[in-house]
């Protein structure tokens, strides 16, 4: 099973460019998320899709854009990318049937010069 | 507000002995879910552990168990004969049931060095 996957693995932008990050799960997870890791912050939910047609806001969704595609599928974008945005990207799914533990993607390595 | 607290920045521990990884939460909803989770060096996220607000027994997973003290709003991760593969971070999280819907907050972690 491939679980979570997450492109690209690794991402180098210029200030003001805009890029996708891709997410798709196999496990027909209703809810899907995206979150950054920045050192000493632990992970912070920028977005999230309970399910397929939903979205919400977390905890800093300031510069992004998320669009739930369909039921396997969750991707976030960024505008216009601004220094503050270098960071590490997750995706993760989760299922009441494993009371919403996550299955994460393997990450996105993004830098922002 | 939700909150989790994770004190120690890092942690040394011998190799075969037992650590434990505090964890403290905040949370005004009865109804609670708590996570424990490993990224090693390389970078992946890794879930370990479950315990809910509700259970009455401490969770166990293997070497990994979950010292789940409500009063004291505690939620501590103990690693039974620590292994050099156990060395990585470690994040405690808290989904609040009623109030925090399906999000899933997370702590600033604990960095687990594991000595041969």
């Known amino acids: 099973n491939a679980g979570v996957t997450q492109t690209p693995k690794f991402q180098v932008l210029k200030t003001g460019q805009s890029m996708t990050l891709q997410c798709a799960q196999d496990?027909?997870?209703?809810?899907m998320y995206w979150y950054r890791q920045d050192p000493g912050m632990g992970l912070r939910l920028i977005y999230y899709?309970?399910?397929?047609?939903?979205?919400d806001k977390g905890e800093v969704p300031n510069g992004y854009n998320v669009s739930r595609l369909n039921k396997r599928e969750f991707s976030l974008r960024l505008e216009s990318a601004a220094p503050s945005q270098t960071s590490v990207y997750f995706c993760?799914?989760?299922?009441?049937?494993?009371?919403?533990?996550?299955?994460f993607g393997s990450g996105t390595r993004l830098t922002v010069v | 507000a939700q909150k989790i607290t994770q004190t120690q920045p890092g942690m040394f521990v011998q190799e075969k002995e037992a650590v434990t990884l505090d964890c403290t939460y905040d949370t005004s909803d009865p109804s609670y879910g708590l996570f424990w989770y490993k990224q090693p060096s390389s970078g992946e996220m890794i879930f370990l552990i479950y315990?809910?607000?509700?259970?009455?027994q401490n969770a166990t997973e293997g070497r990994y168990s979950l010292n789940f003290q409500k009063a004291r709003k505690s939620a501590n991760l103990v690693i039974s004969a620590s292994q050099l593969g156990d060395s990585a971070m470690y994040f405690c999280a808290m989904r609040e049931v009623n109030t925090g819907g399906f999000k899933t907050i997370f702590g600033a972690g604990t960095r687990l060095f594991v000595k041969a």
């Open positions: 993760a799914s989760s299922e009441a049937r494993n009371n919403y533990g996550y299955t």
């Open positions: 315990q809910g607000s509700y259970d009455q």
């Open positions: 496990m027909n997870h209703n809810s």
């Open positions: 899709s309970a399910s397929e047609g939903t979205t």
